[in-house]
C-alpha cells in the first residue's frame, strides 16, 4: 500500500532535509531522565498496512512514550465502557496546555477531551475500573507490548517515580475531579497508573507497529486480529486529529493534515487512513510541548506522499 512511493527514499529525503534543524527546540525539563536526553536525536518509522517498513535514524531507540500513551488507554477504555465513557470526558478541542486547570470548574469536572492530562486521567480511571493499579499498568504495557509485537517495551520506573514527584498540577486536576465524582479510584491510584503509562518506553519502529490498527479500521492488519471496533476507530483518530496536539492541533492539521498525538518525550504518533502509520521522535519540543523537528519532519513526509487526509 505505499503504491508507487518508493518509502525507503523518501525518509532517507526527509531526514537529509530536517538535518541542518537537528537540535532544535527546548526538551522537556521537568525531570532529570527527559533532560538528559540529547536533543539532536532524531528518527522515524513507518509501516505501511500491507507491512512494508521504512526508518531512519534513531528509529531503533527507545524513548519515553508520555502523552502518547493517552491513545492506548482510550481505545482500552472505549472498548471496556462503551459510550458511556463520553458522560466523563468529552471530545472537543481544548485551546489551552496540556496541563491546564482553568476549564474544569466551568465545565463542572469534565474534561474537554481525553488528550489533555485532566481527560487523560479520567481515561486511565476508567481503565482502573476498580483495580489496583499494578494490574492496570500490567494491562496498558501488555496490550503495547501485543500491539507492538514485541515484548520487551516497559516501564522506566526512573521516570515513573520521578513523574509522581513532581506531578503537582496532574495531582490537582485529580483532586479537582475527584470532587466532581469524575473519578472513582483514589486518585493516588489513578495518578501511579497515568504516571506509569506515561513512563513506557518505546522505539518509533515498536510505536508505528502498535498503532497500525488505527490506520485499518481498528483490525491490525498484519494479524488480522480487531483490536477495537470500527467505530471505536474511526473516533479514536478524530479525536487525534483535533486534539492530538493540545492547543496545536489546528495548526498540525494545517501542516500535516493526519490524526496525531504528541508527547512531551518527542514522540508522535501519526495515522495514515488505509495506508501506515508513522512514529517520529525528537526530543526538542516548540513553545507548546510538542516535538518541532518530528512536526518537521512529518510536514515533509506529507508533502513527498502526498498523505495528507485534506
Ligand atoms: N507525563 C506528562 C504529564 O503528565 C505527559 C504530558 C505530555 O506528554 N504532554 O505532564
Given at each position: 500500500?505505499?503504491?508507487?512511493?518508493?518509502?525507503?527514499?523518501?525518509?532517507?529525503?526527509?531526514?537529509?532535509?530536517?538535518?541542518?534543524?537537528?537540535?532544535?527546540?527546548?526538551?522537556?525539563?521537568?525531570?532529570?531522565?527527559?533532560?538528559?536526553?540529547?536533543?539532536?536525536?532524531?528518527?522515524?518509522?513507518?509501516?505501511?498496512?500491507?507491512?512494508?517498513?521504512?526508518?531512519?535514524?534513531?528509529?531503533?531507540?527507545?524513548?519515553?512514550?508520555?502523552?502518547?500513551?493517552?491513545?492506548?488507554?482510550?481505545?482500552?477504555a472505549?472498548?471496556?465502557?462503551?459510550?458511556?465513557?463520553?458522560?466523563?470526558?468529552?471530545?472537543?478541542?481544548?485551546?489551552?496546555?496540556?496541563?491546564?486547570?482553568?476549564?474544569?470548574?466551568?465545565?463542572?469536572?469534565?474534561?474537554?477531551?481525553?488528550?489533555?492530562?485532566?481527560?487523560?486521567?479520567?481515561?486511565?480511571?476508567?481503565?482502573?475500573?476498580?483495580?489496583?493499579?499494578?494490574?492496570?499498568?500490567?494491562?496498558?504495557?501488555d496490550?503495547?507490548?501485543?500491539?507492538?509485537?514485541?515484548?520487551?517495551i516497559?516501564?522506566?520506573?526512573?521516570?515513573?517515580?520521578?513523574?509522581?514527584?513532581?506531578?503537582?498540577?496532574?495531582?490537582?486536576?485529580?483532586?479537582?475531579?475527584?470532587g466532581?465524582?469524575?473519578?472513582?479510584?483514589?486518585?493516588?491510584?489513578?495518578?501511579?497508573?497515568?504516571?506509569?503509562?506515561?513512563?513506557?518506553?518505546?522505539?518509533?519502529?515498536?510505536?508505528?507497529r502498535?498503532?497500525?490498527?488505527?490506520?485499518?479500521?481498528?483490525?491490525?492488519?498484519?494479524?488480522?486480529?480487531?483490536?477495537?471496533?470500527?467505530?471505536?476507530?474511526?473516533r479514536?483518530?478524530?479525536?487525534?486529529?483535533?486534539?492530538?496536539?493540545?492547543d496545536?492541533?489546528?495548526?498540525?492539521?494545517?501542516?500535516?493534515?493526519?490524526?496525531?498525538?504528541?508527547?512531551?518525550?518527542?514522540g508522535?504518533?501519526?495515522?495514515?487512513?488505509?495506508?501506515?502509520?508513522?512514529?517520529?521522535?525528537?526530543?526538542?519540543?516548540?513553545?507548546?510541548?510538542?516535538?518541532?523537528?518530528?512536526?518537521?519532519?512529518l510536514?515533509?513526509?506529507?508533502?513527498?506522499?502526498?498523505?495528507?487526509?485534506?
Open positions: 500500500m505505499g503504491g508507487s512511493l518508493n518509502l525507503d527514499e523518501i525518509v532517507a529525503d526527509v531526514a537529509r532535509e530536517i538535518q541542518p534543524h537537528r537540535g532544535e527546540g527546548l526538551v522537556a525539563d521537568y525531570i532529570p531522565p527527559l533532560a538528559r536526553v540529547d536533543p539532536r536525536r532524531f528518527g522515524m518509522a513507518i509501516i505501511t498496512c500491507d507491512g512494508q517498513v521504512a526508518e531512519t535514524g534513531d528509529s531503533w531507540m527507545p524513548f519515553s512514550i508520555q502523552s502518547i500513551s493517552k491513545v492506548f488507554t482510550l481505545a482500552l472505549l472498548e471496556k465502557l462503551g459510550d458511556e465513557l463520553w458522560t466523563r470526558v468529552g471530545r472537543e478541542p481544548s485551546g489551552s496546555r496540556f496541563n491546564s486547570i482553568v476549564q474544569l470548574e466551568a465545565e463542572r469536572g469534565v474534561p474537554r477531551n481525553p488528550f489533555i492530562n485532566a481527560g487523560a486521567i479520567v481515561v486511565t480511571d476508567a481503565v482502573l475500573a476498580g483495580r489496583r493499579p499494578d494490574e492496570a499498568i500490567g494491562e496498558i504495557r496490550f503495547l507490548r501485543k500491539l507492538a509485537a514485541n515484548d520487551t516497559d516501564v522506566d520506573k526512573e521516570v515513573a517515580t520521578q513523574e509522581a514527584a513532581t506531578g503537582f498540577r496532574n495531582f490537582s486536576l485529580a483532586y479537582f475531579m475527584r466532581f465524582e469524575n473519578l472513582k479510584a483514589p486518585v493516588e491510584d489513578a495518578l501511579v497508573t497515568y504516571f506509569n503509562q506515561c513512563a513506557l518506553r518505546i522505539t518509533c519502529q515498536q510505536l508505528a502498535a498503532g497500525l490498527f488505527l490506520a485499518n479500521g481498528g483490525v491490525d492488519p498484519i494479524t488480522g486480529e480487531r483490536i477495537v471496533s470500527t467505530e471505536h476507530a474511526r479514536i483518530n478524530a479525536i487525534m486529529l483535533t486534539c492530538g496536539h493540545y496545536a492541533s489546528g495548526e498540525f492539521a494545517f501542516e500535516v493534515g493526519l490524526p496525531g498525538k504528541s508527547g512531551v518525550g518527542g508522535i504518533l501519526t495515522i495514515v487512513p488505509g495506508r501506515a502509520a508513522v512514529a517520529v521522535w525528537s526530543p526538542g519540543l516548540n513553545a507548546v510541548g510538542n516535538s518541532q523537528v518530528g512536526t518537521l519532519a510536514e515533509k513526509l506529507v508533502q513527498r506522499t502526498g498523505w495528507s487526509i485534506f
